[in-house]
């Protein structure tokens, strides 16, 4: 947009049914666990967060089996994200950027009926400049820092934003219709960093009072907080994680002690297979040798594709009913494995849902990160396949 600067397209190279890998996304599991954090969520509204694509699972389909579920409201973190969104799904759902950077598009974002988050007198003046050239006032949500030190006004500020916010909305400039934060160890219940991020918000959710400011929607818990703090639940939740099955903090409770399914299953088609003898090395460096004569497979996922280096001769995948981990190095775009009965064609799983599947949370503690990295860095390049697979009532 006139910005004066070139800024070359990217182009993706689709082939989508010709790829030899697929993430399956399944929409019986997404809506039983949108149907487990509405139970946990009670009369509390759920923002369903499709950031970064709706954690890889595809922010523009998951949205459309959201809405059809009854949800009313999105959370995305970039504002040019939320605005291709609603160029998508349409008028109706009420969206939520929860970043923006300064001179960010504010005023189209005004017109695609976005709501903005507040994170500085900055941004709010930016904000409401926009609404007045647009002559309609910008639904914004004050974000306060009470203990991320990442985003949202500090509490020391939070009384003149608010006589500021006052003052816009008496002019007809903004909206003011919600008050965040954001909890920095919810998935470590034991913590008393949550409490004590309960009481600065709640002398934040004081500060607006004093300046005339009670905005409907007060939010503050994420998956974790949904799940394990109840008393940071207000008058909205934010799920993400939980949404796509997997738990914010296995250590605390797995995915499946949560009584949540995987959404996603991730699965390749084996290209090539050989018979080796005892002792060869496998993949670059030959950080593998084999133990015995076998016969290795190669399952065409590299880190291309967002399969991380570091679950190199660790993390496990399902060929032919059986588990059996990654033999060597990942390579760029493919890995081998030991697999007896594997043949050319047949489909392996590297993660997935059903019970004797390894889990991406698997996958993350093998890789020493987290469920969250193992499915958002799944590339643009793997196809996703939507399994409306509700009727079929999967289990
Ligand atoms: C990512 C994020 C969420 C969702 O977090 P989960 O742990 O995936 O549930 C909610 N709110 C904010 C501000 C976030 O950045």
Known sequence: MGSGRHVRDVEVFHTHGQYPSRAVISRSAFEHNLS????????????????????????????????????HWFGIAQLAEAMDVRREIGDGPHILALIAEPGAPFSDAIELGIDLTVSSQAALDEIARAGAENGLAARVHLEVDTGMARGGVQLDQVESIAESLAD???????????????????????????????????????????????????????????????????????????????????HVATAHELGLEPVMQLDATVVSVRDVPQGTGVSYGHTAHT????????????????????????????????????????????????????????????????????????????SGTIGYEIVTRIGVRVPREYADDAANGRK
């Open 168 to 250: 816009y909305q008496d002019d007809g400039l903004v909206e003011v219709v919600g008050l965040w934060s954001h909890l920095a160890c919810a998935d470590e219940p034991d913590s008393p960093v949550t409490a004590h991020q309960v009481e600065l918000f709640e002398q934040a959710r004081s500060l607006l009072a004093q300046a005339g400011l009670n905005p409907p929607l007060v939010h503050l818990a994420a998956s974790a907080g949904l799940l394990w703090h109840p008393q940071t639940h207000y008058t909205m939740v934010r799920p993400g994680i939980m949404l796509y099955g997997l738990s914010p903090n296995p």
């Open 36 to 71: 487990k954090a509405r139970e946990l969520a009670g009369t509390a509204e759920v923002m369903a967060v499709i950031k970064a694509d709706a954690y890889g699972h595809g922010a523009v389909p998951i949205a459309q089996w959201a809405i059809a579920a009854g949800v």
């Open 291 to 366: 133990a015995t004569a076998t016969h290795l497979a190669t399952v065409p996922l590299g880190y291309a594709d967002g399969i991380p280096r570091a679950a190199s001769n660790a993390a496990p995948v399902l060929a032919n009913g059986e588990r059996t981990p990654i033999m060597g190095r990942v390579c760029m775009d493919q890995f081998v494995i030991e697999a007896p009965n594997v043949c050319p064609g047949d489909v392996v799983t590297l993660f997935g849902g059903a019970p004797h599947m390894p889990t991406a949370d698997e996958w993350a503690e093998k």
